[in-house]
């Protein structure tokens, strides 16, 4: 399990740089004001996401909390990590937690037949034990050898007992013809020429009108 160091926070803002202000609750717990080193977060975030199993060591405290990254707040102009909201989940209660898709592998009808992969879905929520939420989902575009090929939630291979909160039949990704993708982009165009066409001719009937 990933693990991460803390300290119990004693001022509500943090001036250094080199922190990150946090809290941990969760049900049936002691809820706690927190500071992390800004480093340490970055890794973990990076290797847990907001799906992983993080074991908390919070300096004063005997037991290691399990925690997952619920919410992290940035720094709208830095892009900077200034907060971040630890859940301490039950080891003995399912949770939900958005998972991303990762896709790998080649389809065929982008790379021979010369269409566009379009991905409807890059993220999914699931519902797990804590201890067996996975970091990512990957997904094998292989499949994808004509314009016909899809691939659907129901395709997606899973980690033992975890269950996607989606309908098996959505579709996850497939590969569109260039032809269709651009029909798709022009409909926007020729849907704002006409909005504009009729906004004229009503402008000139008024005028008729009041003439």
Do not use: C, W
Not at 6 to 16: F, G, L, N, T, V
Not at 25 to 30: E, M
């Amino acid at each position: 399990m990933i693990s991460l160091s803390a300290k119990i926070r004693k001022q509500p803002d943090i001036k250094s740089a080199d922190k990150i202000s946090a809290v941990v609750y969760g049900p049936g717990v002691k809820n706690a004001s927190i500071e992390v080193d800004y480093k340490d977060f970055q890794k973990v975030f990076k290797a847990a996401g907001e799906s992983s199993l993080i074991e908390l060591s919070i300096e004063g405290e005997k037991d290691k909390r399990p925690v997952l990254i619920h919410e992290i707040q940035k720094d709208p102009v830095s892009d900077k990590f200034i907060h971040v909201d630890f859940f301490q989940a039950s080891l003995k209660e399912e949770v939900e937690a958005t998972v991303p898709l990762v896709f790998f592998g080649v389809a065929l009808a982008e790379k021979d037949l010369g269409g566009t992969l379009v991905k409807n879905i890059t993220e999914v929520e699931v519902k797990a034990f804590p201890q067996n939420l996975p970091h990512e989902i990957k997904v094998s575009i292989d499949g994808l050898k004509t314009f016909q090929d899809y691939i659907l939630i129901k395709d997606l291979i899973l980690p033992e007992k975890v269950k996607v909160l989606k309908k098996a039949e959505e579709i996850i990704a497939s590969v569109a013809e260039q032809q269709k993708i651009e029909e798709e982009l022009k409909k926007p165009i020729e849907e704002n020429v006409e909005n504009v066409e009729k906004v004229e001719k009503e402008k000139k009937e008024e005028e008729i009108i009041e003439e």
